[in-house]
């Protein structure tokens, strides 16, 4: 037989909105998700009070008392989920009433999916979206939405005025129907419900590596260890909010339920960037890997970084412009170091903007490089290495050694005459050392020694009094020859042509 509606005593609620026990659980459990902040399956005193506040605000706070006072059978602080059923299925006025607004608020698909998108940005739990909180609303849902439209899309939800919004205004807003609240609507469908399960579901598989549907606290510790984006004291922390129960196992039920709660420590919260993104394409986890190893925001040393990375500095955008940009007031306040992921995505825009391209060039270039470029260790301390001889150099050195081992009289007075040009070896040492100098002098052609000769009377008419007397009453055909050196010069020739070679050694 079909099951019953609850609850079972006559009440207001008409019976077309009535629901068997399955679907009973499904809505009720759609309200722990919300109001469960530790994510441990139950509702403490607090939370209870803050479902009875919200769902029906005309609940005193004494009546509210009673109520959590009800709901707490065994006494032990909490309620459990078929506690809490139990209760609504009591029939009592207030279990009534509590059953009206629970239909009224998980009935509507639009309203579950809206709700889903509070849970997950309402970080302080008090049922409201502020101005920051929207504006991170809107970059996720559609990332090609400039920090223009956001500002537009605040002002026009924020009616009145306070700087915040509720649930029942943002789906009051979604009705509108113009061209910004149809293009929010489908981003919601999309990134949300059914969509946000299967990523959340696809990235438990990722890290359930036996398989069984649990993941060892131990394991996934080292795993964030192993990601190098995540200190030993982060990992702790994570781990700590992430296996509540503290039984060293973690189900995919508690993974999800910690994944969609939008509050938690700053490490949590970067943990869940990285193992499972809120975005489609991943950049929020491309932030936290340049924030660096403890960190969960980005310095500007970390911006220019991921900028360098990614290839984006050029002409339009070197790194004045970064650090001008990384300091503009439209990404963060004044007098503050560091951003945030959705600060980040402000920078983004204005880097696009500069380099004149579209945000998603941008962003996909920063996808693409993923993580920091990391330098070889190798490369930053090279071994330095004796640089090899030329080959040029070694051949020269060789002929001029076997030119040395010849007598000035095998030399003969021709002697610059070779088969091989050696006119110009005297280059290879350069003429600041001792052989080069000596090289130019032996391999001169004489005729052209005599006409600088010549050419030198011409300008100096004393030049013939500076000769050196080693090479006065010389033929004319032996300056500049082996056959005019004494022995004595050549052995200084070859002592300096040794100490040449043992320098390039």
Not at 64 to 70: C, F, G, P
Not at 120 to 142: I, K
Not at 240 to 247: E, M, Y
Not at 338 to 350: G, N, V
Request: net charge positive; aromatic share 6%; proline share 4%.
């Amino acid at each position: 037989p079909a099951a019953s509606p609850v609850p079972p005593a006559a009440s207001p609620v008409p019976a077309e909105h009535q629901v068997d026990d399955h679907g009973l659980a499904q809505r009720i459990q759609q309200v722990f998700d919300r109001f469960d902040k530790d994510g441990g399956g139950s509702l403490d005193r607090t939370e209870l009070q803050s479902v009875f506040k919200t769902l029906c605000p005309s609940f005193t706070s004494k009546q509210i008392t009673q109520y959590v006072h009800e709901l707490d059978r065994g006494g032990d602080g909490s309620v459990s989920h078929s506690e809490f059923i139990h209760w609504i299925k009591n029939g009592s006025g207030a279990a009534t009433e509590v059953y009206k607004m629970i239909l009224k608020e998980t009935g509507d698909a639009m309203s579950a999916r809206v709700r889903e998108v509070f849970q997950r940005f309402d970080s302080d739990g008090g049922g409201y979206l502020d101005r920051d909180e929207l504006a991170r609303v809107f970059r996720t849902l559609n990332s090609d939405f400039t920090f223009k439209d956001v500002d537009v899309l605040c002002k026009d939800l924020d009616r009145g005025g306070d700087g915040k919004v509720s649930h029942k205004e943002f789906l009051h807003w979604l009705k509108k129907g113009n061209d910004l609240t149809q293009a929010v609507t489908r981003a919601i469908l999309r990134e949300t419900g059914e969509a946000r399960d299967e990523r959340i579901k696809k990235a438990f598989q990722t890290y359930d590596a036996t398989g069984d549907g649990s993941l060892n606290i131990e394991e996934l510790r080292k795993a964030l260890k192993v990601l190098g984006t995540f200190s030993e004291d982060e990992a702790k922390k994570i781990c700590a909010d992430l296996d509540k129960s503290k039984d060293g196992e973690v189900s995919y039920a508690e993974f999800a339920a910690w994944i969609k709660a939008g509050h938690g420590p700053k490490e949590a919260m970067k943990a869940k960037a990285i193992l499972a993104p809120a975005d489609n394409d991943g950049l929020e986890a491309v932030f936290y890997n340049f924030c660096g190893v403890g960190h969960s925001d980005m310095d500007g040393k970390g911006f220019k970084k991921l900028c360098q990375d990614c290839s984006l500095m050029d002409k339009k955008l070197d790194t004045t412009t970064v650090d001008l940009i990384f300091a503009d007031n439209r990404v963060k306040p004044r007098g503050t170091n560091r951003i945030d992921f959705y600060q980040f995505e402000i920078a983004l825009e204005l880097v696009a903007e500069k380099k004149a391209v579209s945000k998603t060039d941008v962003r996909s270039a920063m996808i693409a490089q993923g993580t920091p470029k990391t330098v070889n260790a190798t490369s930053t301390n090279p071994t330095l290495k004796a640089r090899p001889k030329d080959n040029a150099r070694l051949v020269s050195e060789k002929r001029i050694a076997a030119i040395l081992r010849r007598s000035p009289r095998e030399l003969g007075k021709n002697s610059w005459k070779k088969e091989i040009d050696n006119t110009e070896l005297w280059k290879v040492f350069g003429l600041d050392s001792k052989a080069g100098r000596i090289l130019k002098r032996v391999y001169t052609n004489p005729v052209q020694q005599m006409s600088a000769s010549a050419s030198s009377r011409m300008r100096t008419p004393q030049s013939s009094r500076m000769r050196s007397p080693a090479s006065r009453g010389r033929p004319n055909g032996q300056m500049g020859g082996l056959s005019g050196m004494k022995e004595e010069q050549i052995e200084d020739l070859s002592g300096s042509l040794n100490g040449s070679s043992m320098k390039l050694q």
